[in-house]
């Protein structure tokens, strides 16, 4: 589960979505799609066109794992911030109804410009 006191994935690098609603198929509703995805060190988080699931690896040998759905509806507001000269990671944070801050790390060249056009299209519609 994630630690909204303390909710944060770092350096999370672009990864194919097919491959990533392979892994989650039997997670995924009936109408639901994978529309990005993103991998760490071992952690991964998935963005579908229902929710966000963070995916957690625990223990040394990876075969417990935590998957934490955050539902799109429950986005109250989002921030957005881009990569710099010196900062070369980019942040997305999520603010969640009765759940807290989601803090998601990127490494350098991910658009984080079209993912919050992206979660812009889900908040308000």
Do not use: C
Not at 5 to 15: V, W
């Amino acid at each position: 589960m994630i630690d909204f006191n303390n909710a944060s994935y770092l350096k999370l690098a672009p990864s194919d979505p097919v491959q990533a609603a392979q892994k989650l198929q039997a997670l995924l509703l009936h109408n639901e799609q994978v529309v990005l995805a993103f991998t760490g060190l071992r952690d991964s988080v998935v963005f579908t066109n229902l929710r966000i699931i963070a995916v957690n690896v625990q223990g040394i040998t990876g075969k417990k794992v935590d998957y934490t759905s955050l539902p799109l509806n429950k986005i109250q507001a989002f921030s957005v911030e881009t990569a710099g000269t010196f900062d070369l990671d980019s942040e997305l944070e999520l603010w969640f109804s009765g759940l807290g801050k989601v803090k998601l790390e990127f490494t350098r060249g991910t658009d984080i410009k079209a993912i919050g056009q992206l979660i812009g299209q889900w908040v308000f519609r």
